[in-house]
């Protein structure tokens, strides 16, 4: 569904593969020449999460400098689908401290698209919230026979240092490229010259990729390819929480094959096999007076396919997609309290979950300026407890509960797309479910430090579903008018759950961690509705001197309540953002104003506190030019420059974000 400023984009792989026709609602660039949709102001040298955070319908939840989690339309990761080139990928940390978007980096992505809401790509499952599919880069066929890029960059504030070197070959018939990206931070200091202690991290990235085209046959060709990425963080301290990570360590691969039609109506068809596996190892023994020390490990082990075919003609625009996967994951805890013996303890049952599904969407032009989408899909999933001592110690609980699961989950959404003259208008809704997740349906005394609780799964749980209705109004000069562009844009979309799935106290369990407050079991209550709107704006001057000016707006505001009436947590306040562009042949500037109203809606009754109100500027500049055939991009900026102390509604903890921050980079293409 289209919503708020509609940046519908194709994600190309390369110049020879034919783009997924999916619809997304926007993209963020990471790495490309062409301006095809927003960008982090520090370029291909953002991290991640900075990169995600361009996006309208997207914002984080930070327990520290490194890897946040996604939150889309105010719905954490349970029910956000992520894909990695369309590949599914698990997090093994039952503190969500490794996302899936923590093990790729900028390097070696082209861009992130989302899909808000129940209208996925073809690869989501369980995507009420919306999805987010990371696309690599990919140098493609017929490209520059050989191109090389080197990068540095520097910020002030915990010395972060960031380095990147990426090279490519292209042929007719062969291309690869292939590189290495390495992140390097001390503990950060907030507003005030505070240093937030355990804050630190490093990372290593290395990717590489390769394509062969094998002869055509009237113009009809075949391609393969394959992809290895290898990423591994070490001594990433998470101030928010109690315990920091020793190893975050991921392999991911996959091998894809491709076939494109000459056809009036099929137009290519991809199968892709991937394998993935992710060690996540916790730690404490740098934290000071430590009541019990612990090992944390876990992993994640994921192997799938998917094949699609492509179809196209001058109504239709469709896609039909099977994928298939199989995720195993365990986790356990040793805790070594004093002179006393070890105590052991599963907290994931190395839960299999095999899931096949197949989707269908199609974009179909009723007349030139009419547009019906739909979008559907359905799974099946098989849950299996692999670990027998998981598997009773959960029991004592819940003493009906079977060690297989099988279940049903899916999705249908449509909407309406009106487009005349300097007008986009769109309305839209759906249904959709998904199942409980790992730790919702199985996790075994999960500490959450936010409130304090200790956490049990439930196998009992129903499948929580909800419905969408979206709306979105878009008004954009396509001419400029006496050398003016504007553009005024205007979204919502509320969810109606049913079978929300949520922890509740329960009092007749005593707590196993010290200093907890009690223990909560997730359950499943009756309905729970979450709003979203959002009004945004854009205004472009003329052109004086091959200089112009970009003023852009963007207000929102969010609400989120359960069966009760009582608000749920971490729903975003009244937010705002407005930033002015200067940009001239070669080079730009930018000063930025964003902030939060106060939290007055906060889930007093899921352990959220109020959040008080903040705003800061950003500055950033950034200049191109050529020596020879060597292309510079050097970019400067200064963040929070104010030196304000805050933290955001979404901070764990209160966990204060960073204070005034310098940092400059230096961009080498040859």
């Known amino acids: ?94 503190d969500k401290m490794d996302p899936v978007t923590s093990y790729v980096e900028s390097g070696n992505l082209q861009s992130i698209s989302l899909n808000s809401g129940l209208e996925g790509n073809p690869q989501s499952t369980g995507n009420i919230g919306g999805s987010l599919d990371l696309r690599l880069r990919k140098t493609g066929f017929n490209k520059a026979p050989f191109q090389l890029n080197t990068a540095a960059g520097y910020e002030s ?293 936010f409130d304090k609780y200790d956490y049990i799964g439930n196998p009992h749980l129903k499948n929580e579903s909800a419905i969408e209705c979206n709306v979105a109004i878009k008004y954009a000069t396509r001419t400029p008018v006496q050398g003016w562009k504007y553009n005024i844009g205007i979204d919502a979309n509320t969810f109606f759950f049913s079978n929300y799935i949520i922890g509740l106290f329960e009092q007749r369990i005593s707590p196993m961690t010290v200093g907890a407050e009690g223990v909560k079991v997730y359950a499943n209550i009756p309905h729970a509705r979450i709003i979203n709107s959002r009004l945004s704006t854009q205004l472009e001057t003329p052109q004086i001197k091959n200089i112009y000016l970009i003023w852009a707006n963007n207000i929102s505001y969010s609400q989120g309540t359960d069966n009760h009436g009582d608000n749920l947590p971490f729903i975003a306040p009244w937010q705002f953002t407005t930033s002015l562009n200067i940009v001239g042949t070669t080079w730009s500037a930018q000063i930025q104003w964003k902030g939060d109203a106060k939290q007055r809606n906060y889930g007093w009754k899921y352990g959220e506190t109020t959040t008080p109100a903040y705003s800061i500027l950003n500055i950033t500049a950034e200049y191109q030019f050529s020596l020879s055939t060597l292309n510079i991009t050097a970019r400067a900026g200064v963040e929070n420059l104010l030196d304000r102390n805050y933290s955001t509604y979404s901070d764990w903890n209160k966990l204060p974000q960073k204070g005034r921050n310098v940092y400059v980079s230096c961009t080498l293409n040859i």
């Open 1 to 94: 569904m289209i919503i708020g400023l509609v940046l519908s984009s194709f994600l190309t792989l390369n110049s020879d593969t034919i783009d997924n026709p999916h619809q997304v609602d926007e993209v963020v660039v990471v790495s490309s020449k062409t301006d095809r949709g927003k960008r982090s102001v520090k370029g291909s040298l953002a991290s991640i999460d900075e990169h995600l955070a361009t996006l309208s319908h997207v914002s984080l939840v930070r327990r520290g400098s490194y890897a946040s989690e996604a939150v889309v339309n105010n719905m954490s990761s349970e029910r956000v689908s992520t894909t990695i080139d369309g590949m599914k990928i698990f997090y093994a940390c039952t």
């Open 157 to 449: 504030n915990g010395n972060m240092q960031i380095y990147g070197a990426d090279a490519a070959l292209s042929s007719s018939r062969f291309y690869t490229n292939f590189g290495l990206f390495y992140r390097k931070a001390n503990n950060y200091k907030a507003g005030g010259n505070i240093e937030i202690p355990f804050s630190q991290f490093q990372k290593v990235n290395f990717f590489t990729n390769l394509g062969f085209r094998f002869p055509s046959h009237n113009r009809q060709y075949d391609i393969l390819e394959a992809t290895v990425i290898y990423d591994k963080a070490t001594n990433v301290g998470y101030p928010a929480l109690t315990m920091d990570v020793a190893k975050a360590e991921a392999l991911i691969t996959s091998i894809s094959y491709k076939h494109q039609f000459l056809h009036p109506l099929l137009v290519s068809w991809e199968t892709k096999a991937y394998y993935n596996h992710i060690v996540h190892i916790m730690d404490d023994t740098k934290r000071p007076d430590v009541a019990i020390h612990m090992d944390m490990p876990g992993k994640s082990t994921t192997a799938g396919l998917y094949s699609m075919l492509l179809l196209r003609n001058s109504i239709h625009d469709a896609t039909i997609n099977y994928d298939l996967y199989y995720n195993r994951r365990f986790a356990d805890m040793t805790m070594y309290p004093g002179e006393a013996s070890p105590m052991y303890m599963v907290t994931w049952p190395d839960v299999g979950t095999l899931n096949t599904g197949l989707s269908f969407a199609d974009a179909i032009s009723i007349a030139t300026t009419h547009t019906l989408h739909i979008n559907t899909k359905w799974a099946v999933q098989t849950q299996n407890l692999h670990n027998e001592e998981g598997y009773k110690a959960l029991k004592v609980f819940f003493p009906q509960m079977k060690q297989k699961n099988n279940q049903m989950i899916g999705r249908i959404a449509a909407s309406y797309e009106w487009t005349p003259r300097n007008w986009n208008i769109s309305i839209g809704t759906g249904w959709g479910s998904r199942a409980a997740t790992i730790t919702e349906g199985y996790g075994y005394y999960l500490n959450n430090t």
